[in-house]
């Protein structure tokens, strides 16, 4: 593709180079390349150097460089704008050939809950025959299909990039992941949305954020900054009741509760059973009865949260729930494993208080009259302020504690467990395991059969970060070590 197409300025000099790619990353760059360069405080040097040596045509950036670029003309082209993030927005749909016409973009926002609604949403789009792109934490694809990445919202290069990669695969829709970094980085700048999703908003991430109060306000941002033609949102939390004010007098705004039976989709008659749960699904549509062999309150909440998105009328709204028992689980969300004579295990994801807190209390219903064991740990170099209310709350709902690692990174584990021990009374059972395998092998013991035991905080992972390494780990293979032994 020529850079005339792409970016035509008069300070640009050569406007026929044909373009074979762009990025924001020095190491992706290759021969005739663009090189969206985002004035790190670091090494600014160093990255042009790379992009340079690696085959970039032109360099775009914003702000002052603290170094001559003159030097570097002869090999590369330079140009300056005053809003990187739009241009990259704008180049990458043009580079891509995106049309925003024919791509359905599900956006979903909130603490908890991301990964399982945008898994449910494409789940229910393929029981009725349609392909569904996913974009998020369980990695980029068309469902089932994914391939794991780094970050739940990716820059909106890649973004772009797999919209194409779906169009060629006849995918026309698309559910992804909107992280609070994803919006704040504007990661997600220029998309245009369909429906955008909210689920919850609790405690995490104020390493980043600092304040709750900016952590709600670039939330909202997904709501207020990025036009879409549908809004779903969770009343049940007091983040979700203020978004709902916002828009309250809108006509295309859907609400789901689990206690409100005001809003559009709520549910009544909860049952926790030992082999999943039974509910009814209430709406305009009518008044269904499901049995799922899925797990914990907040299932129902992103089931209603997935159907609320896709429904539009009653034919829809039945095919819906007529396919929710065939759900399957998502990977690291609530995933059981049964053996006789050992503890019936739950593996999953929550690794905030507040997620936590609702699992616990969750399978303390499906499970009344069992004792729990919890495994957990808190990832180092993040919100230390967690730490303490985690462990407040997993004493508190478990008869049994085992603190272990859970991607230390470049923190000492030994302090991380000190900070959690904060929260938990002096009389409780509690205990240190820090090598992960060995905590959920002692979870594991066969003296522990008539107890469940809950394997916490890393879900589908299949890491440990340590010491900026990555050490295999993933809490599944480990418990069909011991299962199958």
Do not use: W
Request: charged letters at 30%; hydrophobic letters at 35%.
């Amino acid at each position: 593709m020529k850079l005339k197409y792409l970016i035509n300025s008069r300070e640009i000099k050569d406007k026929y180079i044909n373009i074979l790619g762009i990025s924001e990353n020095s190491k992706e760059i290759k021969k005739n390349y663009i090189f969206f360069y985002k004035n790190k405080k670091k090494f600014h040097k160093k990255y042009i150097q790379d992009a340079i040596n690696n085959g970039a045509k032109l360099i775009i950036y914003s702000g002052e460089l603290i170094f001559n670029i003159e030097k570097y003309k002869d090999q590369c082209q330079f140009y300056k704008t005053n809003d990187i993030n739009k241009l990259m927005s704008i180049t990458a749909k043009k580079f891509y050939n995106i049309d925003d016409k024919k791509i359905k973009i599900v956006g979903i926002t909130g603490t908890n809950g991301k990964s399982t609604i945008a898994n449910y949403i494409a789940q229910l789009m393929k029981f009725r025959n349609e392909k569904c792109g996913i974009i998020g934490t369980l990695g980029n694809g068309i469902y089932p299909y994914l391939i794991e990445k780094k970050l739940t919202t990716p820059n909106i290069i890649d973004i772009n990039r797999n919209i194409s990669l779906f169009a060629k695969k006849n995918t026309t829709n698309l559910v992804m992941e909107v992280s609070s970094h994803g919006i704040k980085q504007n990661r997600i700048q220029g998309l245009k949305f369909d429906t955008v999703v909210f689920s919850n908003l609790t405690h995490d991430h104020l390493d980043y954020h600092k304040t709750m109060k900016d952590y709600y306000d670039t939330k909202l941002m997904l709501f207020t900054k990025y036009k879409s033609k549908r809004k779903v949102i969770c009343i049940d939390n007091y983040y979700g009741k203020k978004i709902y004010k916002h828009f309250k007098n809108e006509k295309n705004i859907k609400t789901v509760s689990l206690i409100n039976k005001k809003a559009n989709y709520y549910s009544t008659n909860i049952k926790y059973c030992k082999d999943g749960i039974k509910f009814t699904i209430n709406s305009k549509y009518g008044s269904r009865e499901v049995k799922l062999k899925l797990y914990g309150e907040f299932t129902i909440e992103n089931i209603l949260l997935a159907i609320a998105s896709l429904v539009k009328n009653k034919l829809e709204y039945n095919t819906c729930i007529n396919n929710l028992s065939r759900l399957k689980p998502v990977e690291g969300r609530m995933n059981k494993f049964y053996k006789k004579k050992f503890p019936t295990v739950f593996i999953d994801f929550a690794h905030t208080p507040e997620a936590i807190k609702k699992l616990l209390k969750s399978i303390k219903k499906h499970y009344p009259d069992k004792e729990i064991i919890t495994v957990f740990g808190c990832g180092g170099d993040r919100d230390t302020k967690k730490r303490k209310i985690m462990g407040k709350i997993v004493s508190k709902f478990s008869d049994e504690v085992i603190i272990t690692s859970d991607n230390p990174r470049n923190e000492d584990p030994v302090r991380i467990a000190n900070d959690i021990i904060l929260g938990i009374p002096p009389e409780k059972n509690f205990e240190i395991i820090l090598k992960r395998s060995l905590a959920i092998r002692k979870c594991l013991n066969k003296n522990n059969s008539e107890k469940i035991a809950l394997i916490l905080g890393k879900g589908h992972e299949d890491y440990q970060d340590i010491k900026n390494k990555k050490i295999k780990h993933k809490d599944s293979i480990e418990i069909l070590k011991i299962l199958n032994k």
